[in-house]
C-alpha cells in the first residue's frame, strides 16, 4: 500500500487529498486450460520395433542393461505379480489408456486444489497438486503413481512426479527405478490432449527419456469399465520362485544377433544406450553387420 498527494482545484480554493492507493498481491495471468473431462485413447503403438527386448532408442545405462539382459517374459506369471499395477506414468502408454480427468477445488475461494485422474489401465489414480505444497523427503513411501505436483507454463501443465514404485519403460525387461523423476507435459488443442513424458533415472538411464506419442481426443461419452484383478495361478511358475536369465544366456529374441527383425535393425542398435536415441546413429548403423535371414515369428 503506498499514499500519493493530489492536488484538487475546486474554485478559489485548493483541497489537498491524501488517497491511499492499494496494491492487491496477484499473480501473472496464467493461461490455464481446463483439463477436466473423458478423454479417448486415440490408436497408436507402444514405442519400439515389437520386438521383445529390442532397446533400440532408450538411453539404458550399463545397470539397466544387466536388467533387461537377466529379465524373463515368465515374470508375467509369477503368481505374486498376476495383479502387478502398472504406474500412472506407464499407464498412458499402455492401450487401455482411457481416463477421466477432474478438479477439486476449495469452495471457499475456488481456489485450484488438485488436479485428479483415474486410468482405465488397471484402475490406476494420480493426484496432481496443484496449491503448492513440497514434495515428501527422500525416503517417505513410494506408491505406483508417486506424488505428483503442476504448473503452468502458459497454457502448458508441468507435473513433476517422484516417489514411484519402480516401473516398466517397455514391457520386455525395461524398466525405470524407484529413483526416477518422471516430468509430464499437458498440452490441450481443442478437443485433443497431448503428453510428453521425460524421465530421470540415475539408475537405468545414462540419459533423460522421452516420450511424445500419448494423444487422446475428448469423448464426454466413453465409459470407464472395471478393472478387477484377482490372484490365480495359471501357469507352472512354482510358487516364491523368480524366472531370469543368467549373464549371456537371454533367449530373448531381441537379443539374438542371428535373428532380425521387420526392419533388418543390427544388434548393436538393439542393445540401446543413449547414441541410439539420435538421428547421427544412423549412419553408423550402415556400417554393422546385419542379422541373418531369419526372421522373428509369432508363436
Known amino acids: 500500500m503506498r499514499a500519493v498527494v493530489i492536488d484538487v482545484w475546486r474554485g478559489a480554493g485548493r483541497v489537498t487529498l491524501l488517497v491511499l492507493l492499494v496494491t492487491l498481491a496477484s499473480h501473472p495471468a496464467l493461461a490455464q486450460v481446463d483439463l477436466a473431462g473423458m478423454w479417448q485413447t486415440v490408436p497408436r503403438n507402444q514405442d519400439g520395433s515389437g520386438m521383445t527386448g529390442d532397446a533400440a532408442g532408450v538411453p539404458l545405462s550399463q545397470e539397466g542393461r544387466w536388467w533387461a539382459d537377466h529379465w524373463s517374459p515368465e515374470d508375467f506369471d509369477v503368481a505374486e505379480w498376476v495383479c502387478r499395477p502398472h504406474s500412472w506414468d506407464y499407464g ?142 495359471e501357469t507352472a511358475v512354482p510358487r516364491g520362485s523368480t524366472p531370469h536369465f543368467l549373464p549371456g544366456q537371454s533367449r530373448l529374441p531381441g537379443l539374438n544377433p542371428n535373428l532380425a527383425d521387420r526392419f533388418g535393425t543390427p544388434y548393436e542398435a538393439r542393445l540401446g544406450g543413449p547414441d541410439t536415441m539420435y538421428p547421427e546413429y544412423i549412419a553408423r548403423m550402415k556400417a554393422f553387420p546385419r542379422p541373418g535371414a531369419a526372421q522373428e515369428r509369432e508363436p
Not at 111 to 124: C, F, K, S, T, V
Not at 175 to 190: A, C, E, K, N
Open 92 to 233: 498412458l502408454e499402455a492401450g487401455r489408456s482411457r481416463m477421466r480427468l477432474w478438479t477439486e477445488v476449495e469452495q471457499a475461494t475456488q481456489r485450484l486444489i488438485a488436479i485428479h485422474g483415474h486410468n482405465d489401465q488397471e484402475e490406476q489414480e494420480v493426484a496432481i497438486w496443484m496449491d503448492g505444497r513440497p514434495h515428501p523427503p527422500e525416503n517417505a513411501v513410494h506408491t505406483w503413481s508417486g506424488f505428483s505436483t503442476g504448473e503452468w507454463e502458459g497454457d502448458v501443465l508441468v507435473v513433476t512426479t517422484t516417489h514411484v514404485k519402480e516401473g516398466y519403460i517397455r514391457r520386455s525387461g525395461l524398466m525405470r527405478s524407484d529413483r526416477t523423476t518422471v516430468r509430464t507435459r499437458w498440452r490441450r488443442i481443442g478437443q485433443i490432449l497431448q503428453a510428453t513424458t521425460i524421465m530421470y533415472d540415475p539408475v537405468y538411464l545414462a540419459e533423460p527419456y522421452v516420450r511424445s506419442a500419448n494423444v487422446f481426443i475428448n469423448d464426454p461419452a466413453m465409459w470407464l469399465n472395471p478393472y478387477p484383478c484377482e490372484e490365480a495361478t
